[in-house]
């Protein structure tokens, strides 16, 4: 079992600079893939970006976005670069099985948390 908490979102301007961090409660983090995800109003959730062993992005954030972790400390985070009106969405943290077969859909992942809101300004 993981809890996930988000922080870190927030109303920024087109260009600016976001850092969204995931705090994971439970244990065995490093055995976990983690993933982000966002969701804007009236649209479906939509896969932002995967870390196990590698790494992998949406390419609509490629080149703008960073994902992290530390298993020391038990977080994951999203540096979020050069931000456009677009990425404008609810932010949520996806925890699942180093195993998962599609990173990029949201099925794989069993824990999720709350959310955060990311709002760019144009």
């Known amino acids: 079992q993981v809890q996930l908490v988000e922080s870190g979102g927030g109303l920024v301007q087109t260009g600016g600079s976001l850092r969204l961090s995931c705090a994971a409660s439970?244990?065995?983090?490093?055995?976990?893939?983690m993933g982000w995800f966002r969701q804007a109003p009236g649209k479906e959730r939509e896969f932002v970006a995967h870390?196990?062993?590698?790494?992998l992005y949406a390419d609509s954030v490629k080149g703008r976005f960073t994902i992290s972790r530390n298993n020391v400390r038990n977080t994951v985070s999203l540096q979020m670069n050069s931000l456009k009106p677009e990425d404008t969405a609810v932010y949520y943290c996806?925890?699942?099985?180093?195993?998962?077969?599609?990173?990029?859909?949201?099925?794989?992942?069993?824990?999720w948390g709350q959310g955060t809101q990311v709002t760019v300004s144009s």
């Open positions: 996806a925890a699942g099985s180093l195993g998962i077969q599609i990173p990029m859909s949201h099925k794989g992942y069993n824990y």
């Open positions: 870390i196990s062993g590698d790494t």
């Open positions: 439970g244990r065995a983090f490093s055995m976990y893939a």
